[in-house]
């Protein structure tokens, strides 16, 4: 009995923790569609309805159901839609659920609206042929689209994605704005909030708190000291613990290193950060922004093939990049690079190895971390924010010191900042990984019309942080005073 107790309190006290976890649909369902969601993508709901076995369907017709569906759930355990065979919807919202789903020369929802059909496919979907689907997907594992396959709507999922041949998806915003998704995600439009500062302690609370169940993606900026660094300042860099609405606490971590080349790094005392709400967004003298969140598996040099490659307008030319868990027991930073259609993100383990096991968890095969980024258009000026006028600096394609120097040479190569009255809250995002050796970022010198940026390296396999220059952006932001 007193088991019994312990429990119902136990689901009590979890209850709220759940449905506060429950995520924005236009985080999930976005332009162009977001894969490698798992675990963070959709839940089905505990009680889809009784199940109803197989569904299979052709030009005659279907088994398992009628091709007709009103609104609600429905539970299969595996769909196969083939040779002309027509689903249809009648209302806001009929949820398809699949265990697995094959779609081969299949018309779905065509006379429909595109809110009126979800489908919700846990395993994994293969679509070939020729296929016209007018609704939402998800799909909890990996998506294979070939041949002449269309999806007018949205299209996420857990796992890996592959469009090819003639595929494409035509993605409607206001469709997945006015679905009803039965719970699996908050249909509730979250209001644009960026907050910035510079955190002189390990916790720091927002001066405007997020909306309520809205998680915002946190960029952090690692600094280390002017006074020569290569001797008094070692390895280190910041990352976010636990982030919720109301604000974000950080730590700082250093990478391992062999006892005869360990150097101590100074504590940071004042790491600059930003925060923004996730998703699409305009600042009020028109700058566009994209803030998400992916999820990553894959580092250099652990991997031939590190990047996931992220579309983006290419505008949105200033990248910030942070990775915000720390999953596996390896050192990993992210890292970015632009490419002809938008950006690609990655892990870095830098030096941290053994072959290619990363250390000091000794793996090679990584569980995913999530990876942020912000993608902005470069430019100076200011917008309005919650009653002030910030001042901004969004620049791209900076470098570190020019050629191949120590940290006090690249602390000592200083570059123009422009519009500020005193000194900015500054992010950068590395952009390149010219260095073989890896690493990261680390802000040096900064006042309010310089900055300097140095690649820091690790010490586990040798002493060396030379390094040659890389390519960063940044964000800089300056509440304009009153005065």
């Not at 596996?328 to 383990?349: H, K, M, P, Q, V």
């Not at 001042?391 to 791209?396: H, L, M, T, V």
């Not at 995002?429 to 690649?455: A, I, P, Q």
């Amino acid at each position: 009995m007193i088991s019994m107790i312990r429990s119902s309190i136990f689901l009590l006290l979890l209850f709220p923790l759940i449905v506060a976890a429950v995520p924005q649909c236009d985080q999930i369902f976005t332009d162009p569609p977001t894969a490698n969601l798992f675990p963070n993508g959709l839940t089905p709901p505990a009680d889809t309805g009784p199940s109803l076995g197989r569904l299979t369907c052709d030009s005659n017709g279907c088994s398992g159901h009628s091709p007709s569906f009103t609104p609600g759930d429905y539970d299969f355990s595996n769909g196969n839609l083939k040779n002309g065979s027509v689903l249809s919807t009648n209302g806001k919202t009929t949820r398809l659920y699949f265990d697995t789903l094959t779609m081969t020369n299949a018309n779905i929802n065509q006379g429909g609206e595109t809110e009126d059909l979800i489908i919700f496919v846990k395993g994994g979907l293969s679509v070939a042929g020729q296929n016209k689907i007018n609704g939402i997907v998800y799909v909890g594992g990996a998506v294979n689209m070939a041949g002449n396959a269309t999806i007018s709507g949205a299209l996420a999922s857990g796992g890996g994605s592959v469009i090819g041949g003639n595929s494409s998806i035509i993605y409607d915003k206001e469709a997945v704005g006015d679905a009803d998704f039965g719970g699996m995600c908050n249909n509730n439009q979250s209001s644009f909030n960026i907050q910035f500062g510079k955190a002189s302690s390990t916790t720091v609370t927002f001066d405007k708190a997020f909306d309520s169940g809205v998680t915002p993606i946190v960029f952090l900026m690692p600094t280390i000291s002017a006074n020569n660094p290569d001797t008094n300042d070692g390895p280190a860099s910041v990352v976010p613990v636990n982030i919720t609405s109301s604000g974000f606490t950080w730590r700082q971590e250093e990478p391992a290193s062999a006892g005869n080349r360990y150097i101590a790094s100074q504590t940071m005392a004042e790491v600059h950060w930003i925060a923004v709400t996730p998703g699409e967004h305009t600042l009020s003298d028109g700058t566009e922004l994209v803030a998400r969140v992916i999820n990553q598996n894959r580092a250099f040099p652990l991997n031939n093939n590190p990047y996931t490659n992220i579309p983006i307008d290419s505008d949105l030319d200033v990248v910030l990049n942070q990775k915000l868990t720390s999953v596996n027991n390896c050192w990993l930073t992210s890292t970015s690079e632009f490419y002809g259609s938008g950006i690609r993100l990655a892990l870095d383990s830098a030096e941290v190895r053994i072959g290619n096991r990363c250390q000091t968890g000794n793996l090679n095969l990584l569980q995913n971390e999530r990876v942020g980024y912000l993608a902005i258009e470069s430019g100076t000026g200011t917008f309005s924010f919650d009653g002030d006028e910030i001042i901004y600096q969004f620049a791209r394609r900076y470098q570190t010191a020019p050629g191949t120097g120590d940290l006090s040479y690249q602390c000592g190569s200083e570059s123009t900042l422009t519009g500020f009255n005193n000194v900015p809250t500054l992010v950068a995002g590395k952009n390149s990984r010219r260095g073989g050796d890896g690493g990261w970022l680390r802000r040096c010198k900064l006042t309010n019309n310089r900055v300097s940026m140095v690649n820091d390296e690790d010490t586990y396999r040798d002493s060396d942080r030379r390094h040659v220059y890389e390519l960063y952006s940044f964000v800089a932001l300056e509440k304009r005073s009153d005065s």
